[in-house]
């Protein structure tokens, strides 16, 4: 029973020692850089009215148009990997890290009976322009926020070889990835709602000849 107790002890002294093998090293600041990658939106004007509201991750129809947006993020980092202290396996510091979101949809819509050029158009159109300038605020804001936590003192990664170190440190900006998308698209949410209550899109349309909502 001694015997059977101490390897038991040993197994559980096992993942702390692990969890400790690089706490000898000096911590260090990454160095973040984040980015938004947001082309140019794309500008269709080929959907009938009623079919607006079925375009999936559309900010709410604003009478005669939406905007569409997905996003995702995107990385890359440089790590300097050293052997850990007392050879129990690999420590990996993250040097730089370079974060980013990216559109990957960013589409204007407005109802196919409202013709380019027109009043209606026109007054539609600044509307959902407005759209994707708060859009690339608020993100842009979001990965500030994340830039800030980024750089902060952080410890060495253990692993007991060189891909399990690499595989602790892709699981940090894995959730610097997941926390920046997720906050960044709650606050967009947030003030593309928040847009079109407070516009006068409706009052400016008021103003065009003839307009009509279909």
């Not at 730089?96 to 409202?114: F, G, P, Q, R, S």
């Not at 959730?175 to 947030?190: D, E, F, G």
């Amino acid at each position: 029973m001694a015997a059977s107790a101490a390897a038991m002890a040993s197994l559980a002294a096992a993942p702390a020692l692990a969890a400790n093998a690089c706490a000898g090293l000096q911590s260090y600041v990454p160095l973040a850089k984040t980015s938004l990658k947001s082309p140019e939106p794309e500008i269709r004007n080929d959907i009938p009215y009623k079919a607006l509201s079925s375009i999936p991750g559309a900010t709410p129809t604003s009478l005669l148009g939406l905007t569409q947006f997905a996003r995702a993020t995107d990385h890359s980092y440089a790590l300097d990997t050293v052997e850990a202290p007392g050879g129990r396996g690999v420590c990996a510091a993250l040097r730089e890290v370079k974060l980013a979101i990216v559109h990957t949809i960013l589409a204007i819509y407005i109802a196919d009976h409202v013709h380019a050029g027109s009043c209606t158009y026109d007054v539609t159109m600044a509307h959902e322009r407005d759209h994707v300038s708060y859009e690339r605020g608020a993100l842009m804001k979001a990965l500030k926020e994340i830039e800030k936590e980024i750089a902060k003192p952080v410890r060495w990664f253990h692993g007991d070889d060189e891909d399990e170190a690499i595989a602790a440190v892709e699981r940090r900006i894995a959730r610097w990835s997941n926390k920046l998308l997720k906050r960044a698209t709650k606050v967009a949410k947030r003030g593309h709602s928040y847009l079109d209550i407070q516009s006068n899109i409706r009052g400016s349309l008021a103003k065009c000849p003839r307009w009509r909502r279909r």
